[in-house]
């Protein structure tokens, strides 16, 4: 994970959702828990990414944007990871794979997770943002 370093190209944005102070995360059908993100498309943005995203899979307007690193997965795929206010939630419509939408004091634990690898609770603590697990986290 590269904090405050924005790759070149990018595959794909994950958004930490945020109502006030407490994380917001979209069960995912197939999955469990996660915040929202995907794929990038053609000529996107990551804002454009993480607003289609939030919108599409958690009912989701967001505030500003802010982009905070990335990481790269073994095959090489790019992840922006962006951080965000919610400041409207629409009812899911059911046409994307979120089932529920909740916000969270603390995160929930990892078998609760979508990925077990403590990535969320490492970014949340070391961007200073509320609701990780007291404890420490893996260093991705």
Known sequence: MRLGVLPEVHDSVVCLTYTGDRPLLVRNRRRAWE?????AEPEETFQDTA???AREEA???LGD???VGHYVLSGGHVTVVTHAQVTALAPLTGEFETVEVRAF???PSDDQ???ADGLYAHLLRELGLPGAPPGPSANP
């Open 35 to 39: 915040f929202p993100g995907g794929h």
């Open 51 to 53: 607003r289609r995203e």
């Open 59 to 61: 009912g989701a307007t």
């Open 65 to 67: 944007i802010r982009p």
């Open 105 to 107: 004091d603390v995160l």
């Open 113 to 115: 997770l979508s990925w």
